[in-house]
């Protein structure tokens, strides 16, 4: 093992040791690199007479650069764009968004959680967690409708067991009983496993109430005093759109980081969804623990081996798109942009309930609950939902997502206002046409 690796974990273990047991054979491996990384640092500092040290291109004390790149790039130097960002990411920007996470999750004031390490967007986070606390047959469990790729990233590509805990109860809200019974009956005699939760919830669209969380969470928190590591992965690509006064506004991170010693939180965000700028690949993973005594020097090893493992996958995520979204941040009129855009997709989610509260839909659909983010699903009671998918499709040119063989999911973030009844009523109009056949 590389002695820096060696080093970290002496510095985890020293801290608290449940957590070496979390990390998988890469995570314990996994250190960040000196060599020319430190090299360059120390001739940034010291070389003022001639710097060879950087595999970049310069010239005339400048960053070597195509006129015809940096004329679609307005208002940011070359040296903000063009270079390599740190694998950590622009230091400014992880201090801006433990700013503003802290700002969003004031319940986070005062507990010990790691700066955020930039990763290319949250699937590339996802990934790298994967590759750190992920070994093949570990347990994960996941819901049981959810984004896709959690299934590429921890079974395809990691070779781990796969668990679902439900969803729903069909009473309405999160099936708190239904994810104790999971969670109690998959981690008995496990080490450890590893839960993802995400609200507001692809593809349902459900952020659970404050009541549900704090039962989500100490359903957690008792596994973990029963001597069960959890490793909790909190996917909050969709935060900060609530919509209802009943869901929780803060993180479910909030309420997790600091239970049990037993038990690692990490936050998955991002500016992709949350400051609307998927293509520029901006993620973020944050860690919170609980620790007897000092918890920056385990909090810092951490981020060392994730920049490690940001380095040996993709080196570092765009500088481009870190400048973009930092830039963006520290300017006056992002807040009232952040909240006008808020307000455009409350109002659809808003329209599509009270849409949908029309009698006409009863006998053709139930509809999930939603109160949050982008989408919203509906479960089919006569038709199979790929059929109707393909024939919405062909002969309507509705295109809408179908999900097993009774879900379609709707994403309302992508339809004006106006257009959602006939949405709907097309959706219905498919549906009589399928029955008729
Ligand atoms: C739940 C969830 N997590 C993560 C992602 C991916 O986010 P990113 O585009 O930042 O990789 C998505 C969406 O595409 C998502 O729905």
Known sequence: MN????????????TNPNLMDMLSGV?????????????????KEKANRLNATIGIATEEGDIMHFPSVMSSIEGLAPKESLTYASSFGIPAL??????????????????STSLPVVTCGITHGISVLADMWVDPNDLVIL???????????????????????????????????????????????????IVVLNFPHNPTGYTVTPEEGAHIAEVLS????????VVAIIDDAYFGLFYEKETLKESIFTLLCDRHENLLAIKLDGATKENYVWGLRV????????????????????????AGCVRGTISNASHLGQSIVLKSMNDDRSKAESKDKFEVLKERAIRVKEVLADPKYQDAWDVYPFNSGYFMCICLKTVNAE???????????????????????????????????????????????????
Not at 222 to 229: E, I
Not at 418 to 431: A, H, S, Y
Request: proline share 3%.
């Open 283 to 306: 993620g973020f993973v944050t860690y919170g623990l609980k620790i007897n005594g000092e918890a920056g020097p385990a909090l810092e090893a951490l981020e060392r081996k994730t």
């Open 3 to 14: 002695p820096l690796a060696e080093e970290l974990n002496r510095i985890i273990q020293e």
């Open 387 to 437: 059929e109707l998918r393909r024939h919405l499709l062909d002969k309507y040119g509705v295109g809408l997502i179908a999900l097993g063989n009774t879900d379609l999911r709707v994403a309302f973030s992508c339809l004006e206002k106006d257009n959602i009844e006939e949405l709907f009523d097309t959706v219905l109009k498919g549906v009589e046409d399928l029955k008729k056949n």
């Open 143 to 193: 819901p049981d409708m959810m984004w896709g790729n959690y299934n590429m990233i921890f079974s395809v590509r990691k070779g781990a067991k796969i668990g679902k805990y439900p969803v729903f109860s069909g009473q309405g809200g999160f099936d708190v009983s239904g994810f104790e019974k999971q969670i109690r009956s998959q981690s008995k005699g496990r080490d450890k496993i």
């Open 222 to 229: 008792s596994v973990a005093r029963d001597g069960t590591r």
């Open 94 to 111: 992880r201090s801006k968004w433990q700013e503003l996470q802290l700002e969003k999750n004031p319940s986070l004031v005062g507990k």
């Open 27 to 43: 995570g314990k491996h996994l250190f960040f690199p000196k060599g020319i990384l430190s090299q360059s640092a120390e001739a």
